[in-house]
Antibody
Framework: EVQLVESGGGLVQPGGSLRLSCTTS????????MTWVRQAPERGLEWVSS???????YYGNSVKGRFTISRDNSKNTLYLQMTRLRAEDTAVYYC????????????????WGQGTLVTVSS | EIVLTQSPATLSLSPGERATLSCRAS??????LGWYQHKPGQAPRLLIY???NRATGIPARFTGSGSGTDFTLTISSLEPEDFAVYYC?????????FGGGSKVEIK
């Protein structure tokens, strides 16, 4: 069974840093496309960053230069290193696996984890 | 950046009724549109991909249609578990973007 579990969220001051983890099972992080999506309070979903199996990375404009997506193949875990955090980064952060159909990967997200809450406040 | 506009923001319906949700793209995205269901405290769930393909395990009462700039998600007969927020998402180009969501609430 494919499972994704996020951790590492919490309260951090503006300008601070935090690293989120997405521990997975049932598939290999290294050979799949992975993504982070966030949801600010009372807001909709916002795509944050994606990491492809070939190592290519993509970032949303609001986090580019501040966030870094990476993975540890030995731990089958995806990470999101967040630096220079702002109040507007406050959100529940979800990790998700990209849809794989007949050996082709698509930029659809399935399944998702339950999310971890990041609060940026002084 | 491709902007997705969803309407209505809120839809108040009773179980058994038909729900029709709209998603409009700011430019042509062919059929590269998906739909997700999101309930409070739960992980979002992929319902429809590439405009009209149901994801694994999604009931037949969920139907996606459209192409180009105008898309529709139809729930033929609402079940109690269908009351949730629905988001559309495009994969036509980076950055990947979501619509603002449509909430289907119990009337």
């Amino acid at each position: 069974e494919v499972q994704l579990v996020e951790s590492g969220g919490g309260l951090v001051q503006p300008g601070g840093s935090l690293r989120l983890s997405c521990t997975t099972s049932g598939f290999s992080v290294s050979s799949n496309y992975m993504t982070w999506v966030r949801q600010a309070p009372e807001r909709g979903l916002e795509w944050v960053s994606s990491l492809f199996s070939d190592g290519s990375t993509y970032y949303g404009n609001s986090v580019k230069g501040r966030f870094t997506i990476s993975r540890d193949n030995s731990k089958n875990t995806l990470y999101l290193q967040m630096t220079r955090l702002r109040a507007e980064d406050t959100a529940v952060y979800y990790c998700a696996k990209h849809l794989l159909l007949q050996s082709t990967t698509y930029n659809w997200f399935d399944p998702w984890g339950q999310g971890t809450l990041v609060t940026v406040s002084s | 950046e491709i902007v997705l506009t969803q309407s209505p923001a809120t839809l108040s319906l009773s179980p058994g009724e038909r729900a029709t949700l709209s998603c409009r793209a700011s430019q042509n995205i062919n059929s590269y549109l998906g739909w997700y269901q999101h309930k409070p405290g739960q992980a979002p769930r992929l319902l429809i991909y590439d405009a009209s393909n149901r994801a694994t395990g999604i009931p037949a009462r969920f139907t996606g249609s459209g192409s180009g700039t105008d898309f529709t998600l139809t729930i033929s007969s609402l079940e109690p578990e269908d009351f949730a927020v629905y988001y559309c998402q495009q994969r036509r180009s980076w950055p990947l973007t979501f619509g603002g969501g449509s909430k289907v609430e119990i009337k």
